[in-house]
C-alpha cells in the first residue's frame, strides 16, 4: 500500500535537493578551480574549453539550484539528465579504470533519477506547485 501522496509528502523536495547537491557543488569547485576545468575540458579534446566551463558553471549552478527549489522543474531536470549522460560519455569512457567506470555509473544513475523528476514532477513543496495553486484560486474566483 502507498502511504505517500505526492500532493502533500516532503519526500520529493528532499529527493530534488539531493539531486541538486552534486551540481552545485560541482559548480561551486569549477568556479574556485577555473583552470583545473579547463584543463581537463582540453585533455579529453573538446574544443571552447573556457566556453565550456562556463556553460557547465551555468547549467550546475542555475540548474542545480532551480531543481531544489523546483523551479520549471520536469523541464530543468530533463535539461540535467542530458547533461549527466553527455558528461559521462565526454569524461568519462574509459571504464577499464575503475575510478572513471564509477564516475560513468554515477552519472547514468544521476540520471535516472532526474528522469524520475521529469516523470512525477516537483511535488508538493516546490514553487512550482505553489504557481499552480495560486493560478487554480485564480480560475476560481475568475468564474
Do not use: C, W
Amino acid at each position: 500500500m502507498n502511504t505517500t501522496n505526492a500532493n502533500t509528502s516532503v519526500i520529493p523536495a528532499i529527493g530534488r535537493v539531493l539531486l541538486a547537491t552534486i551540481f552545485v557543488f560541482s559548480a561551486l569547485g569549477k568556479i574556485a578551480a577555473p583552470s583545473a576545468t579547463i584543463g581537463y575540458i582540453q585533455s579529453v579534446g573538446l574544443p571552447f574549453a573556457t566556453a565550456g566551463l562556463i556553460a557547465a558553471i551555468a547549467i550546475e549552478l542555475g540548474g542545480g539550484l532551480m531543481l531544489a527549489l523546483g523551479i520549471k522543474t520536469r523541464l530543468v531536470a530533463a535539461g540535467l539528465a542530458v547533461f549527466s549522460i553527455v558528461t559521462a560519455l565526454a569524461f568519462h569512457h574509459a571504464i577499464g579504470d575503475q575510478n572513471q567506470l564509477i564516475h560513468l555509473l554515477k552519472n547514468f544513475a544521476m540520471a535516472g533519477g532526474l528522469l524520475q523528476v521529469v516523470a512525477f514532477g516537483a511535488g508538493a513543496y516546490s514553487i512550482d506547485q505553489r504557481l499552480a495553486q495560486q493560478a487554480r484560486i485564480g480560475t476560481r474566483q475568475a468564474a
